[in-house]
């Protein structure tokens, strides 16, 4: 049997993946992340004009193959290529070409390749889709995005430098072997409570003050973790931010909701039909089990993931500017998101990532515009992300980051008013008592700002560890010191 290949997502994303499949009897690998050299040995091979994660992500499975040659591998009778595709408005849809034609000017034409429809469920070749197949692969997305965004979360206020990642990679591995042996809803749930019971290990000062940035934009591109968005996730975290990262699951939802609402749409313009009425049937009932799942292993790692907004909510919000029947690209989850941050303070600044060539993001960017003039309190980049310009991109960041820095010190100072407290006592009490550095220390819902959310849920405690167990308000204080 040959060795599936495939990759594009995130390493955490891909590693699971690779998982479910193996799980199913397949030989599975997951590809490297792509970095510069995929870029250029991706322009080289593929057709003038396309857009950047075009050139990453057949280079990097070029770069792959060429690679493993070298080592005297005979690649086309051991691998099998696995890729998405669709048929759609935006370059999306030439991917399948543009693979098969690189990998004949490279040599590689009779290397089989099988591409997931991602909009019908089906697969060409030797691969095939099945429920319980998808069924894994839903599973193993979901994991990865808790993880992910929990290791975002708490990463930018470890006390012991390092050791969010070594959890992470340590949980990885642990629900990779669940994933692939056995991987029944119970036996998750098990795996990720124990998986935050490793994440609790993890102290954190949550006193740090560090604005929250939203990274949205074209799909592959706020998804990679490497050079085809310049490591930009990581980057912001050393420029002191924390960085709420975009689950995957967001963009099913998506897919599954936009296609309830076409079979709508269908039904106003062609009549109904039974066929219509179960389709969207299906699909709701599909939605609903999907947020179900997402949020029975949310629970199991404490609720600390972020929960997903409402696709109904977000196609409402970006309504006004973007029509939400217009696909291709991220359609109008850009615009959507970008409202929904300022809208619900969801996060200090959104930061709008846009590969070179993009044409939805170019559409989304246009639209932007509108929504600043709306939303005027709003910070808010778009950069371009070409592979080459990344000292211009980050310094246009850097501008609205320190806006967003100053934005978050404000709330933090208003908090620390609230409770007549002073940073210094914040930080004193981290220091003194180890239950305070917990990464799932209660956090109150009022505020956007980690720190404030900290301060705001804890206050009590923090005025007690600084022997100020009289509050200034005179009797609430009095009544808890006796
Ligand atoms: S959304 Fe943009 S970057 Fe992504 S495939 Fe389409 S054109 Fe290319």
Redesign the pocket.
């Known amino acids: 049997m040959k060795t599936l290949i495939f990759g594009g997502l995130t390493p955490i994303h891909d590693k699971l993946l690779e998982a479910a499949v193996k799980h199913l009897g397949y030989n599975a690998k997951h590809l490297p992340q792509p970095d510069i050299e995929s870029l250029k040995i991706g322009r080289e091979f593929c057709n003038k004009g396309m ?4 050139y990453f992500t057949v280079g990097n499975l070029l770069k792959f193959l060429i690679n493993e040659k070298e080592k005297g591998v005979d690649v086309e009778k051991t691998y099998l290529f696995i890729t998405i595709g669709a048929c ?1 408005p ?3 849809g030439m ?1 399948e070409t543009e693979y098969k034609s690189a990998l004949k000017e490279a040599g590689f034409e009779s290397l089989e390749m099988t591409l997931l429809n991602q909009t019908k469920f089906s697969a060409e070749g030797e691969f095939k889709i099945t429920k319980k197949l998808i069924y894994n692969l839903m599973k193993a997305v979901i994991v990865a995005d808790l993880l992910r965004d929990i290791s975002y979360q708490i990463r930018p206020y470890e006390i012991e430098s390092g050791k969010t990642d070594k959890i992470l990679t340590e949980s990885t591995k642990m629900i990779y072997n669940v994933l692939k042996n056995n991987p029944d809803i119970k036996s998750i749930i098990k795996a990720l409570k124990q998986i935050k019971k490793l994440f609790e290990t993890v102290n954190v000062d949550y006193s740090k003050v560090k604005p929250i940035v939203n990274v949205i934009g ?4 706020q998804t990679t973790e490497g050079d085809g968005n310049y490591n930009i996730h990581r980057w912001l975290e050393k420029e002191g931010a924390e960085v709420k990262v975009e689950p995957i699951s967001g963009w099913i939802e998506y897919q599954i909701f936009t296609e309830i609402e076409k079979t709508k749409l269908e039904i106003k313009v062609k009549g109904k039909t039974f066929k219509r009425y179960r389709k969207i049937f299906m699909l709701k009932v599909l939605l609903d089990f999907y947020r179900c799942l997402y949020e029975s292993f949310r629970k199991a790692l404490g609720n600390k993931p972020r929960s997903m907004p409402d696709q109904k909510l977000l196609w409402e919000l970006a309504k006004p500017y973007y029509d939400p029947f217009v696909t ?3 359609g109008h989850l850009e615009v959507a998101k970008h409202i929904y941050n300022v809208k619900f303070k969801k996060a200090h600044m959104t930061l709008s990532l846009k ?1 070179f ?5 170019t559409q989304s960017d246009g639209v932007q515009t509108k929504v600043l003039s709306d939303y005027p309190e709003s910070i808010f980049v778009s950069v371009e992300t070409s592979g080459d310009s990344e000292v211009n991109a980050k310094s246009r960041i850097q501008m609205k980051l320190y806006e967003a820095k100053e934005q978050a010190n404000i709330e933090y100072e208003r908090v620390l008013e609230k409770h007549s407290l002073s940073a210094e006592e914040v930080k004193t009490a981290v220091k003194m008592d180890n239950s305070l550095q917990n990464p799932f220390i209660k956090l109150s819902r009022n505020h956007l700002l980690t720190a404030a959310k900290f301060v705001d849920g804890n206050y009590k405690k923090i005025r007690s560890i600084n022997g100020r167990t009289l509050h200034r308000k005179g009797f609430r204080g009095i009544k808890s010191a006796i």
């Open positions: 857009c950047n994660p075009a759609g935006c370059r999306f991917y074209e799909f592959w591109v291709g690209g991220e590969p060539g993009c044409m939805p993001s």
